[in-house]
């Protein structure tokens, strides 16, 4: 009863995400709690591991945060956050499966002849250029094209910036954001 009427005095969701999209680090603390609990529980039912549920609320709200401009308030935000959350957990259920199939492929790759290995080696290489590919093309456009212009291209940040009349440090950042994404997603790899 009690928790009900501690949500209840919470401002309406319009307004918090009204205030959010002012910088109100308050109000996005406000909205942090009033759905961290019921957002945790729909993930642990994606995930079916705690530790992993709670680190994707995280992230939906690292997400929200960064795209507070974005936010509309004559939206539900519920239904924004558990989008965001279920869309992580697909890929954190997908990545796991990649992790897996490859954990299984080492194991039998001890198994095979030294030409078996090499063609087993082949393979993988072929198939982790492709979720690093993937990888880049689920990046947000700008950082896509900030990050493929530095890495594909051989361009300067300096080149970059006066290309896409952005600053230097705004392209250090989309490069820093966009490595940080891959090692994310392939730190089980590494």
């Known amino acids: 009863m009690e928790s009900a009427h501690r ?6 969701d319009k307004v918090l995400v009204e205030q959010i999209r002012d910088n109100d680090r308050e109000a996005f603390e406000k909205l942090f709690r009033k759905y961290y609990s019921s957002l945790q529980r729909f993930l642990w039912g994606y995930v079916t591991n705690q530790q992993v549920a709670e680190d994707l609320v995280q992230e939906v709200f690292v997400k929200v945060w960064e795209n507070r401009y974005a936010l509309n308030p004559d939206k539900k935000i519920k239904t924004y956050l558990y989008k965001i959350g279920r869309n992580l957990a697909i890929d954190h259920t997908r990545h796991r ?3 897996r199939d490859w954990e299984e492929e080492q194991k039998a790759l001890h198994s095979f002849s030294p030409a078996d290995q090499a063609i087993n080696e082949k393979l993988h290489n072929k198939l982790m250029l492709r979720e690093v590919k993937q990888a880049i093309e689920a990046l947000p456009k700008r950082r896509r094209l900030v990050f493929m ?9 300096k080149e970059i910036a006066e290309e896409l009349d952005i600053s230097v440090n705004t392209v250090d950042t989309q490069i820093c954001r966009a490595l940080q994404t891959l090692r994310d997603k392939f730190s089980a790899f590494l």
């Open 7 to 12: 949500y209840n005095s919470l401002p309406a």
């Open 97 to 99: 499966k990649i992790v």
């Open 149 to 157: 212009l530095s890495r594909y291209e051989g361009m300067t940040y």
